[in-house]
């Protein structure tokens, strides 16, 4: 029954990283929670580092400051 | 007043299909919750197959399983 | 595979028309979408209507002003 | 047309806080958008801090740690 | 601590436009709730005008009849 | 930056497997993607079961029918 929604910036994840969140996301709610991984959810939404904010700055931002 | 947000795969759903998910599920708050239409958001996320886990499994693993 | 999430104010919803919202919604995305119901979440939340603004005001005074 | 959506801990955020967080993203979005309040809708949602994580700890533990 | 989703239709929303919005929220979050910015997200949704409905139709729909 | 929103049923669930559950999305967040925990949040929505549906049923009902 569970629904993960895991947002992250969209910068490069892999297909296998992807595959290693749900495996891992399902795996913890199945340890803690005794959940049913058949009816487990994990959607993952990449976001464009123009629309993520934190800080009052956008993350494109934060990154080119890292690295001037 | 209500929002709905229906999440798929992005598997090629069409404008008519979109249209039918945005009419059918605002005709249902009308019916049942006597919601006004116009007040009545529908908003659906096509998500990519690899980013959409259930069972441990990325729906792209999932689909090229079912047609071997 | 769909998850839909339906958001209303918390203004008696009867276990009855959250059971008529869960079976037009999963009805509605086996006809239109061809999806399988038994992979097909619908979770409605209740938002009080000091949390619920639109237009300027929280919903509980737009309800108040009605009622005027 | 825009949908807000604000999450915030369950620290006593009264009415008026809420009014103001209403009005002022409502404005926001008609000062930078352009958008039209009437079709404008601003959720707040109240977590509890049992329920939020940053650093590896629920919300609650760091307000204890921040108090001792 | 908070987490603002905005969401919008995605009709050319500049990356100055992006900035006001994670300006403006953030700083309404430290002058009505004394948020520490370093922890408030705020992202930005863009949605595609097909996807978005209201009063039963797609803002596509809507957009075309505006213009005739 | 990692947002995670994870929803279950409200069906009891301690606050150590709320931290469980933080702490391991957290740790998998930082193995996978190599993501700051404290910037890291973790939301876990509790839903009631009369609220969430699957295969046309609310999960209330779907337990009761376990349980004859």
Redesign the interface.
Known sequence: ?????????DEN?T?E?????????????V???N?N???????????NT????????????LRQLAHT
Do not use: C, H, R, S
């Open positions: 029954m569970p629904y993960v929604n895991i947002k992250v910036t994840v297909k990283q992807k595959q290693a969140l749900i495996q891992g996301t399902t795996q913890l709610l340890d803690v929670l959940k991984p058949a009816t487990t959810f994990v959607v993952i939404d990449e976001v123009d629309n993520w904010g934190i800080g009052f700055d956008q993350v494109t931002t």
